[in-house]
T-cell receptor
Framework: SQQGEEDPQALSIQEGENATMNCSYK?????LQWYRQNSGRGLVHLIL?????REKHSGRLRVTLDTSKKSSSLLITASRAADTASYFC????????????FGTGTKLQVIP | DAGITQSPRHKVTETGTPVTLRCHQT?????MYWYRQDPGHGLRLIHY???????DKGEVSDGYSVSRSKTEDFLLTLESATSSQTSVYFC???????????FGQGTRLTVV
């Protein structure tokens, strides 16, 4: 089974609203990253949070990390139609070599 | 954009034939990854490399092999293609821990 699981699987909101996506993972990590994928395209990196950080901001993005619960959330504020995409969390597992594994993704639709 | 290209971009092949996908980077990054993306599964790690001639298995490595004879190229081979290997394959690169991954444009492989 996969390391990461996003919740919800799909989310539909109106433009201007906030969107929150959650990611849960199973094993200890060094960092957690969020990526966006527009339909049929490659993934684009959004933000990285290290295991010793609790919150990070980048523009309209806010990411939190709770290592005790093995979970993270991505908040997109004041959403725009252009934010319509799939969002994935990825984890760099601690120990061993660099193995980055992805979750199953949240499909976000922002309705104009 | 990071210098990472995948070839071919599209391929249709017959069951039982070997297939090789190529990932080429011009960034001199140490780590390279192959993922497959299927509906409902997100991205799943097939194999990854942490240096020339250094590779390791991911979550779904059965039926796949890889080789990395030089820093810039990471080859994924389907030894005997099956219909279950119909998928979109993505290559990714990272420089080191705590840095973002850059993705190729993807290869759509259909096994008939």
């Amino acid at each position: 089974s996969q390391q990461g699981e996003e919740d919800p699987q799909a989310l539909s909101i109106q433009e201007g609203e906030n969107a929150t996506m959650n990611c849960s993972y199973k094993t200890s990590i060094n960092n957690l990253q969020w990526y966006r994928q527009n339909s049929g395209r490659g993934l684009v990196h959004l933000i990285l949070i290290r295991s010793n950080e609790r919150e990070k901001h980048s523009g309209r993005l806010r990411v939190t990390l709770d290592t005790s619960k093995k979970s993270s959330s991505l908040l997109i504020t004041a959403s725009r139609a252009a934010d319509t995409a799939s969002y994935f969390c990825a984890t760099l597992l601690s120990g061993g070599y660099q193995k980055v594994t992805f979750g199953t993704g949240t499909k976000l639709q922002v309705i104009p | 954009d990071a210098g990472i290209t995948q070839s071919p971009r599209h391929k249709v092949t017959e069951t039982g034939t070997p297939v090789t996908l190529r990932c080429h980077q011009t960034e001199n990054h140490r780590y390279m990854y192959w993922y497959r993306q299927d509906p409902g599964h997100g991205l799943r790690l097939i194999h990854y490399s942490y240096g020339v001639k250094d590779t390791d298995k991911g979550e779904v490595s059965d039926g796949y092999s890889v080789s990395r004879s030089k820093t810039e190229d990471f080859l994924l081979t389907l030894e005997s293609a099956t219909s279950s290997q119909t998928s979109v394959y993505f290559c990714a690169i990272t420089a080191d821990q705590n840095t973002e991954a850059f993705f190729g444009q993807g290869t759509r492989l259909t096994v008939v």
